[in-house]
């Protein structure tokens, strides 16, 4: 699904969940994105009723029931995602979506899924619709510490196809999220894995630097500030061998090929 097919809608909030101190899961009654979206796209949100702040608030999909239903997730980070905490179940949120390029989904590779932090809603999206699939994965969350532990959603953290990493070793293994990726690439066919990674720069860095050094195919997904959410500001743009791209339109997902 590209990002082409777009509105802006007011969606109700239906429902709210606080999971760790500053960190929201909103469920929004949203049928147009709920029917458009695919894993790794993202909507753009008007965080106030008033025109400060000006700027949207890009937010990737945590998941989606393919019908009515959208789930956001997102950390209290500065002054817009502040005023967003404040909303209440009933409130309408005004919303543009879905945008952005979704990850492809490579059906005849053993996916590796990757997600670190705030990182983690676009991974868990793309879990689920792998697990509809019935295509075989493994999945890798890395976060803080064991009360953001629900970043992960329904992704069954007990099974032996995931790993759950906390910085603290509060819940989990210790450690980085890239630290059971390499694993499970040194026990694998490089061409017969696909990696799929969203999270901080530096965590999708080192991923890019590691697939692409074992010639592994790999989708990144970058979060970057973004005024517009279409393209036309060119704000977001990254640096990438093919030149300057922009994360709204071209990514927010790109191949890993992309960077040095």
């Known amino acids: 699904m590209s990002g082409s097919v777009k509105q802006q809608l007011f969606a109700p909030i239906v429902e709210i969940d606080r999971f760790a101190d500053g960190l929201y899961r909103f469920a929004l009654n949203a049928p147009f994105v709920a029917q458009h979206c695919a894993p790794g796209q993202f909507v753009n949100v008007k965080v106030a009723h008033e025109n400060y702040p ?8 945590h998941d989606s029931d393919g019908i009515r ?19 209440r179940v009933g409130d309408e949120l005004d919303l543009i979506g879905p945008l952005g390029s979704p990850f492809r989904i490579i059906k005849d590779k053993r996916a590796l899924l990757a997600g670190g932090g705030v990182g983690i809603p676009p991974i ?19 976060m803080r510490n064991k009360d953001e532990a629900a970043l992960a959603g329904a992704i069954p953290y007990e099974t032996e196809h995931y790993e759950l990493c906390t910085d603290d070793g ?29 999270g901080p720069e530096p965590m999708l860095r080192a991923v890019i630097r590691l697939c692409n050094e074992r010639g592994v195919e790999c989708q990144v997904s970058f979060e970057q500030q973004m005024a517009c959410g279409f393209g036309a500001c060119i704000g977001c743009s990254i640096e990438t061998k093919k030149g300057y791209q922009r994360v709204c339109t071209e990514g927010p997902v790109f191949s890993a090929s992309d960077f040095e």
């Not at 000006?54 to 999909?61: E, K, M, N, Q, W």
């Not at 868990?124 to 890395?142: K, W």
């Open 124 to 142: 868990h999206f793309l879990f689920r619709e792998i697990q509809r699939r019935e295509l075989p994965h493994f999945v890798i969350c890395g």
């Open 69 to 87: 239903r959208i789930d956001l997730v997102f950390r209290v980070v500065g002054e817009g995602t502040a005023i967003l905490a404040e909303r």
């Open 54 to 61: 000006l700027l949207r608030r890009p937010l990737s999909i």
């Open 170 to 198: 509060s819940l989990g293994r210790k450690g980085l999220a890239i630290d059971p990726l390499i694993e499970q690439l040194n026990a694998v066919d490089p061409a017969s894995v696909a990696v799929y990674c969203c």
